[in-house]
């Protein structure tokens, strides 16, 4: 049972460049959700999915685009890549909206 | 207990003792809460929710206490274990307007448990 699988686990990119990072879940859950942590600075949402075709902000949205490409894929783009970016970016999952949410392990992201 | 900063709050204790980790939320219209358990290179872990309606809720060695007069939340683990060390963090989700379903994280406690 994978439950929350993101990918890739790291990944070193030069200031400019674009990425997308990937998120699968296998829990049949309705809701998708996009964290950074930072040192000091707790889990900060970035954009979330309350079911399958919607996407919402959270609180720090700017530099971000999301796909819910489908019920189980959630997909985090970064355009253009500042080394504000660099950071830990994680995944979760729920059954619905204030549900507990399940984590992946994270993508490290680093920009130079 | 919890707070804004770069340096997290710590606690140490000895194997077997009993830990409790405090948490303030900030917002009294908080209607759900969820504490995580951390490990270093690893996302958070669901351990234990509760929800407003209720001031006390208990797991397997964990409990959760709720005390909406001060705003309070707190984790206790019985007979905590060194494989407890972590970071620990409660999330609060207030369901006013657009924040709706959105969970706010705490800074994060961090629990070392000596053998």
């Known amino acids: 049972n994978a439950g929350v699988t993101q990918t890739p686990k790291f990944q070193v990119l030069k200031t400019g460049q674009s990425m997308t990072l990937q998120c699968a879940q296998d829990m049949n859950h309705n809701s998708m959700y996009w964290y950074r942590q930072d040192p000091g600075m707790g889990l900060r949402l970035i954009y979330y999915s309350a079911s399958e075709g919607t996407t919402d902000k959270g609180e720090v949205p700017n530099g971000y685009n999301v796909s819910r490409l489908n019920k189980r894929e959630f997909s985090l783009r970064l355009e253009s890549a500042a080394p504000s970016q660099t950071s830990v970016y994680f995944c979760a999952s729920s059954l619905s909206i204030n549900q507990p949410q399940h984590f992946g392990d994270g993508t490290r992201l680093s920009i130079l | 207990g919890e707070s804004v900063g770069l340096h997290l709050p710590t606690l140490s204790v000895q194997e077997g003792d009993n830990s409790i980790i405090n948490c303030a939320y900030s917002n009294s219209a908080s209607d759900y809460f969820i504490w995580y358990k951390q490990e270093s290179g690893k996302g958070p872990q669901f351990i234990i929710d509760?929800?407003?309606?209720?001031d006390k809720r208990q797991g397997q060695r964990v409990t959760v206490l709720l005390n909406k007069t001060v705003k309070h939340l707190s984790l206790q683990i019985a007979a905590t274990q060194p494989g407890d060390s972590a970071v620990y963090f409660c999330?609060?989700?207030?369901?006013?307007?657009?924040?709706?379903?959105?969970?706010?994280f705490g800074q994060g406690t961090i629990l070392t448990v000596h053998p």
């Open positions: 999330a609060e989700n207030y369901p006013g307007g657009t924040s709706y379903g959105k969970l706010t």
């Open positions: 509760i929800r407003s309606n209720m």
